[in-house]
T-cell receptor, first 115, second 111 residues
Framework: DARVTQTPRHKVTEMGQEVTMRCQPI?????VFWYRQTMMQGLELLAY????????DSGMPKDRFSAEMPDATLATLKIQPSEPRDSAVYFC?????????????FGPGTRLTVL | QKEVEQNSGPLSVPEGAIASLNCTYS??????FFWYRQYSGKSPELIMS????GDKEDGRFTAQLNKASQYVSLLIRDSQPSDSATYLC???????????FGKGTHLIIQP
């Protein structure tokens, strides 16, 4: 059963704490995307990697967010320090883009609440 | 600034009827278009992708693309209560490119 997995599924933390979210892409997918969803802004692209190399992180607040892909089976998104405005659902998606074909499959998400 | 616009709804359709969802996009360089379905509290689920002008059918779903008008639509035939969800339209420049999403249309199928 090929699915994107994410951990933790829920995270409640206090302002100023570090938060790390993890994603395991579908086996064989070479591109990983991080999105954030809020009621006000909808789904927004934060960053993405291809073959573990960062391609674009322009959607990410650089001062507090960082994204890495230490190996082909793990992508991480870290927030340090966290703020209440970071409360959102963070989704990881994976795919194997080729030409215009860019289907992306989403994980279950990490629901983050920063108090 | 790439934008994808959708009517937020709610769009209410009787069971068995055709539901028609629409979106427009601002970036003429967009090459790939997608429809995702999202149930409350769940993640987006890909239901249709379309890359060329015209229609693409998959079961009860038909996606339509008109690049000249920068317009994408999704038709759901024989609507079922289980189709009640938020439908997200997304566009991409193609290749290893992130998706730009609309804010979604909330569809309600009335039994």
């Amino acid at each position: 059963d090929a699915r994107v997995t994410q951990t933790p599924r829920h995270k409640v933390t206090e302002m100023g704490q570090e938060v790390t979210m993890r994603c395991q892409p579908i086996l064989g997918h070479n591109t990983v995307f991080w999105y954030r969803q809020t009621m006000m802004q909808g789904l927004e692209l934060l960053a993405y990697f291809r073959n573990r190399a960062p391609l674009d992180d322009s959607g990410m607040p650089k001062d507090r967010f960082s994204a890495e892909m230490p190996d082909a089976t793990l992508a991480t998104l870290k927030i340090q320090p966290s703020e209440p405005r970071d409360s959102a659902v963070y989704f990881c998606a994976s795919g194997t883009p080729l030409g215009p074909y860019n289907e992306q499959f989403f994980g279950p998400g990490t629901r983050l609440t920063v108090l | 600034q790439k934008e994808v616009e959708q009517n937020s709804g709610p769009l209410s359709v009787p069971e068995g009827a055709i539901a028609s969802l629409n979106c427009t996009y601002s970036d003429r360089g967009s090459q790939s278009f997608f429809w995702y379905r999202q149930y409350s509290g769940k993640s987006p689920e890909l239901i249709m992708s379309i890359y060329s002008n015209g229609d693409k059918e998959d079961g009860r779903f038909t996606a339509q693309l008109n690049k000249a008008s920068q317009y994408v639509s999704l038709l759901i035939r024989d609507s079922q209560p289980s189709d009640s969800a938020t439908y997200l339209c997304a566009a991409s420049g193609g290749g290893a490119d992130g998706l730009t999403f609309g804010k979604g249309t909330h569809l309600i199928i009335q039994p």
